[in-house]
């Protein structure tokens, strides 16, 4: 018995939180016990190293330390909760897996490329998303969406350009693993979002 392990990606206000709770609520109608979490986070520990990366104070934090930061809570989020979740049968749900250190990291940092792959191959070698949704839409437009909430992160200030290469690395990405990847326009309303999403599990889950 293995469940199914769905990720959730994209840039900046690009609606991820406000759809993991409709991915959720579809796949528990269909019959499935989902396990919803995210990353950086996800378990106690992984979010105390979530609140060191998303601290603005820490702007002395190195891109390397930031890399090891990101998958060292990846490796206490895969052995606490979603390899378990998965070997139970549960689906899992993630907003925000490795696809998002190849982006932010990788595109937006500029680290070398290599360095992600090994730490990916150590980390979870084996394991990779059954579907990943790609929430896609121009980079001033979701800045424009997340700036209307609470105060920027350290991420969240980031210049444009740097998003820009965050956005055009998942792209890059997704159309490198077109198989796992489905891209979502993401810049109309929350229904028309939705329903593009919706065709895509239906598609790929209803038998
Ligand atoms: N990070 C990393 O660097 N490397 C890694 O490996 C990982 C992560 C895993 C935290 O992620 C940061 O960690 C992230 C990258 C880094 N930083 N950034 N940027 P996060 O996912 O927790 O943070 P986030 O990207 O800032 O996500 P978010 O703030 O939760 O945004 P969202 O989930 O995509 O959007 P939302 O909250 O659903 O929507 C934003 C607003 O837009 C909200 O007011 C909604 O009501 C509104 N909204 C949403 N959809 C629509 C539509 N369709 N129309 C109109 N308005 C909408």
């Not at 290599?114 to 730490?119: A, C, E, R, S, W």
């Not at 084996?126 to 609470?150: C, F, I, K, N, Y």
Request: proline share 3%; glycine share 10%.
């Amino acid at each position: 018995m293995q469940g199914k392990f769905i990720t959730m990606e994209g840039g900046e206000g690009a609606g991820k939180s406000t759809m993991m709770q409709r991915v959720g609520g579809w796949l528990e109608a269909a019959g499935h016990r989902v396990v919803v979490t995210r990353e950086p986070g996800g378990t106690d520990l992984a979010e105390k190293l979530r609140e060191i990366l998303l601290d603005r104070d820490n702007n002395t934090l190195s891109g390397q330390a930031e890399l090891l930061l990101v998958f060292a809570s990846r490796a206490q989020h895969l052995d606490e909760l979603i390899r378990p979740a998965l070997a139970r049968g549960d689906w899992v749900l993630c907003d925000r897996f490795t696809d998002a250190t190849w982006a932010y990291q990788g595109g937006g940092r500029g680290l070398p490329l290599d360095d992600i792959k090994t730490l990916e191959k150590l980390v979870h070698g084996d394991l990779s998303p059954d579907l990943t949704l790609l929430l896609d839409l121009p980079v001033e437009h979701g800045m424009r969406r997340a700036g209307e909430r609470s105060e920027a992160d350290r991420f969240e200030q980031e210049s444009s350009t740097f998003f820009e290469r965050v956005r055009n690395a998942y792209l890059e990405r997704a159309n490198s693993a077109r198989g796992r990847f489905a891209i979502v326009d993401a810049s109309p309303g929350v229904d028309e979002v939705w329903a593009q999403i919706e065709e895509i599990l239906s598609s790929r889950f209803n038998s």
